[in-house]
């Protein structure tokens, strides 16, 4: 874990780096569930592959296990201070000395989808890769420079069915910015994340070989 900071206001988040001296770097944004070992599991698989990754606590120790305890600990958090967060993350890990390249990465799961989308407006210049994990929240794109990708549920019953999907792609497009969606088919929300029900181990090892590709495509 390291600690940042932004302004008078101090952060957590859990860093991984890759055994090489140095590597491109990507934000890891969780779900609803907090900053679990899931997420944790994600650094460490991307900085097994050469890159500098860093997840930020953005519920500050709070985890959920139920879908009633997600619901609960997303409804104490204060957007505005998230945000703070967010820009604070980005430098922190832009100006890391295992940081290689001048632009960042950034990738979101369900709840994070929208931070990962909101870095790219907060520092367009930085953030240039996004994907998206069965999450299709996420504000302006007026501002971003990103090229897109998105990993989406056939039967998503939490607002990022193949529909919304595509509606999110064309509103990427149509701020001149490209967008490469995949649907993943039977497979429901959180299917990347081992030990959840809705876990699909083939399904989830695609989206990763496709996520890899596509930040070394972008990023090195």
Known sequence: ?????????????????????????????????????????????????GFVALAPDLFHGAT????????????????????KEVRAAIDYLKTHSAVSGE???AI??????????????????????????????????DKTQSVFQ??????DEWGANPKKAEKLAQRIRDANQEAVFYVYPDTTHWFFEE????????????AWQRTVAFMTEQLT
Not at 27 to 45: A, E, M, P, Q
């Open 1 to 49: 874990m390291q600690e940042f900071s932004y302004g008078d206001q101090s952060f957590q988040a859990y860093l991984a780096t890759p055994t090489a001296s140095s590597g491109a770097g990507i934000l890891i944004f969780h779900s609803w569930w907090g900053l679990t070992n899931i997420f944790k599991c994600v650094c460490d698989r991307l900085a097994a592959d």
């Open 64 to 83: 959920a296990q139920t879908i009633d305890e997600a619901k609960h600990v997303r409804s104490q958090v204060d957007r505005s201070s998230v945000k």
């Open 103 to 105: 632009h960042l990465g």
């Open 108 to 141: 979101g799961f369900s709840y994070g989808c929208s931070y990962a989308m909101e870095s790219a407006r907060l520092r367009p210049k930085i953030v240039k890769a996004v994907t998206l994990f069965y999450g299709t929240g996420g504000g302006k794109l």
């Open 150 to 155: 998105g990993h989406f549920a056939e039967n």
């Open 195 to 206: 030990g959840n029900a809705a876990y699909d181990e083939d399904a989830a090892q695609l």
